[in-house]
């Protein structure tokens, strides 16, 4: 089979086009003949060596295709059925897992960093991590919702419980985690005030529902920032704070939150290191949460509803597999506005 690896960590330009053994799935895992494969930052890192991986590496944790085989003593799926690929490893034995709360897992792992993942013709899965793709969901939709669209969901409704009425301030609005947020919010009932890095992407985050701030890039952006949001929620700030920038954005999120506001963590882009005085977060009673991925029942919801058009994943360019360097190149410029998917032939 045809796949992308990296043999040594670095630029776009490490990514090669392999010709390897197609996999032979064990018991309790079926092989997918992948048809559409979503990349997403933790890609990058993993090929630049941010993150570790074992190399040679087929990177790639979002992917959607066919059944192709089962290992022994699988019963669930057969060959032929459409499925995606949820994007992380579980045990399904310990405590979390038994209650649906995988993303707890004492063995959890993200699909694709500690083996072979789903930038190839053929990938390995556990059955337990596979979904149906519903009739009429195209391939390139489901590749592109798992990781991004299971993130926002999970950090805003599961961990923020955004409500109705409520205003969120999702930053990054073009990224393919901000572009789900954008909807996701709006689908809770809330105000979406929403960043974007430069004016080019105003007017597609306005089309998802936002309210769109030119975040700006000068030395006083928290001021600033803070400043636009108050002004645009009457002295408030916002309830619900989306952030997977990081460290260049942590001190004007506290800026922008509202008393008895949630921040949401769920990403490091710019870095995860931040100081801040305790005081100006249990004065006004702030919460600062985590959020990284969500449980199988949240991706389950989520499919739906991109099944029926209440979530549509946005997307930016369709890359055929072979040009995967391209397609990092794409993001690591930050010209995308929404999620870059690989057609696999």
């Known amino acids: ?102 993303h707890l897992c004492e063995g959890f792992a993200i699909f694709g960093t500690d083996a072979p993942g789903t930038c ?17 969901l195209s391939f390139t939709d489901a590749a592109a919702t798992p990781v991004a669209g299971l993130t926002a969901w999970h950090a805003l409704v599961t961990r923020a419980r955004l409500a109705p009425g409520e205003t969120a301030l999702i ?69 619900v704070i989306l952030d997977h920038v990081g460290a260049d954005l942590f001190a004007a999120n506290l800026a922008c939150l509202a008393r008895g506001g949630r921040l949401v963590a769920c990403g490091t882009t710019t870095g995860g290191d931040v100081a801040f005085n305790l005081r100006t977060l249990f004065g006004p009673q702030q919460s600062i949460l985590g959020a990284r991925l969500g449980s199988l029942g949240e ?16 997307i930016d360019t369709v890359f055929p597999l072979a040009e995967a360097g391209a397609a990092h190149a794409r993001m690591a410029a930050r010209q995308v506005f929404g999620k870059l998917v690989l057609e696999v032939p």
């Open 1 to 102: 089979m045809r796949a992308v690896r990296f043999h040594r960590t670095g630029g776009p330009e490490v990514l090669a086009y392999d010709e390897i053994p197609v996999p032979v799935p064990g018991p309790g895992e079926a092989l997918v003949r992948v048809r559409a494969a979503g990349i997403n930052h933790l890609d990058i890192w993993l090929r630049t060596g941010a993150l570790p991986a074992p190399l040679p590496h087929v990177p790639g944790s979002d992917g959607a295709g066919e059944v192709a085989a089962v290992g022994s003593g699988v019963t669930e799926v057969r060959e032929g059925d459409r499925c995606l690929i949820a994007p992380m490893r579980f045990c399904g034995r310990c405590a979390a897992c038994a209650s649906g709360a995988q």
């Open 299 to 314: 991706l389950v919801r989520l499919v739906d509803l991109v099944a029926s058009g209440a979530v549509r994943p946005v």
């Open 171 to 239: 930053h990054s609005a073009g990224s393919g985690l901000g572009s789900f947020a954008v909807q996701v919010a709006r689908l809770c009932g809330a105000r979406v005030l929403a960043t974007v890095g430069d004016r080019s992407k105003v007017e597609r985050a306005e089309a998802l529902g936002a309210e769109v701030i030119v975040r700006p890039e000068h030395a006083d952006l928290a001021a600033q920032l803070a400043s636009d949001v108050r002004a645009r929620t009457h002295g408030r700030g916002a309830d």
């Open 120 to 136: 190839a013709e053929y990938a390995v899965a556990p059955v337990p991590s596979l979904l149906r793709v519903p009739e009429g």
